[in-house]
C-alpha cells in the first residue's frame, strides 16, 4: 500500500510539473496583443509605394508602438504587422542575389509551423530546411531560443530573396534568407 501511495505521489507531481511547464511554453515571452502563441493568419501587406526618398529605417522605440510590446518587429493579435512598411526601395533589405539557393517549399503561414533544431543567426534549421537571418535583422533575434522556439515562415511581399521568419512564442518575426 506504501508503495502504491509513492508512486501516485510521485505521477501527481509529475504531472504537475508537466502541466505547469506546458502553460509557461504556451505563454511565455508574449505580452498583452503580441505572442503567446498567436499565429497570424496571412504575411503582412506589400508596403505603400514611397514617392521621392526612402523611408528612414525604424528605431527600436518607434517598433515598440505600445506599452509593454517588444523593441522589434512584431505582429499584433489582430494580424497587425508593426515595422514591416518601409517598401521595396529600403536598401538594409537589398539581396544581390535573390533565391540564390531556390525557394523554399515547406509551406507557408498559419497551417505550417515548424520547431526550430538548432544553430543561430548565421545558420539555423527546421525540417530539413536551412535559413540565415538578414544581417539587418540580428539585434531582433537575441531571444530567440534556436534550439525550440516554433516559427512560421511567410513570404515577403516587398523584399525579392527574403521570407519573414515569425516566432509564435514572442510574436516577433525577422527577415531570413533560404540557404536549402
Given at each position: 500500500m506504501k508503495r502504491i501511495l509513492v508512486v501516485c505521489a510521485a505521477f501527481l507531481i509529475g504531472a504537475t510539473l508537466g502541466w505547469s511547464q506546458h502553460k509557461d511554453e504556451k505563454q511565455g515571452g508574449g505580452?498583452?496583443?503580441?505572442?503567446?502563441?498567436?499565429?497570424?493568419?496571412?504575411?503582412?501587406?506589400?508596403?505603400?509605394?514611397?514617392?521621392?526618398?526612402?523611408?528612414?529605417?525604424p528605431t527600436a522605440h518607434a517598433l515598440a508602438d505600445k506599452a509593454g510590446h517588444p523593441e522589434a518587429p512584431?505582429?499584433?493579435t489582430n494580424d497587425k504587422w508593426v515595422g514591416h512598411d518601409s517598401g521595396k526601395n529600403?536598401?538594409?533589405?537589398?539581396?544581390?542575389?535573390?533565391?540564390?539557393?531556390?525557394?523554399?517549399?515547406?509551406?507557408?503561414?498559419?497551417?505550417h509551423?515548424?520547431?526550430?533544431?538548432?544553430g543561430n543567426r548565421e545558420?539555423?534549421?527546421?525540417?530539413?530546411?536551412?535559413?540565415?537571418?538578414?544581417?539587418?535583422?540580428?539585434?531582433?533575434?537575441?531571444?530567440?531560443?534556436?534550439?525550440?522556439?516554433?516559427?512560421?515562415?511567410?513570404e515577403d511581399p516587398d523584399h525579392d530573396g527574403l521570407y519573414l521568419a515569425?516566432?509564435?512564442?514572442?510574436?516577433t518575426y525577422i527577415h531570413v534568407t533560404f540557404l536549402g
Amino acid at each position: 500500500m506504501k508503495r502504491i501511495l509513492v508512486v501516485c505521489a510521485a505521477f501527481l507531481i509529475g504531472a504537475t510539473l508537466g502541466w505547469s511547464q506546458h502553460k509557461d511554453e504556451k505563454q511565455g515571452g508574449g505580452t498583452r496583443g503580441v505572442g503567446g502563441g498567436h499565429i497570424p493568419a496571412h504575411g503582412p501587406a506589400p508596403a505603400k509605394p514611397s514617392r521621392g526618398t526612402p523611408k528612414p529605417a525604424p528605431t527600436a522605440h518607434a517598433l515598440a508602438d505600445k506599452a509593454g510590446h517588444p523593441e522589434a518587429p512584431h505582429v499584433h493579435t489582430n494580424d497587425k504587422w508593426v515595422g514591416h512598411d518601409s517598401g521595396k526601395n529600403d536598401p538594409r533589405y537589398h539581396v544581390d542575389h535573390p533565391f540564390e539557393h531556390g525557394r523554399f517549399t515547406g509551406g507557408f503561414g498559419r497551417g505550417h509551423v515548424f520547431r526550430l533544431a538548432g544553430g543561430n543567426r548565421e545558420r539555423f534549421t527546421f525540417g530539413g530546411f536551412a535559413f540565415s537571418v538578414f544581417p539587418a535583422d540580428y539585434d531582433y533575434c537575441n531571444d530567440w531560443l534556436w534550439d525550440s522556439d516554433q516559427i512560421v515562415i511567410y513570404e515577403d511581399p516587398d523584399h525579392d530573396g527574403l521570407y519573414l521568419a515569425y516566432n509564435v512564442r514572442l510574436g516577433t518575426y525577422i527577415h531570413v534568407t533560404f540557404l536549402g
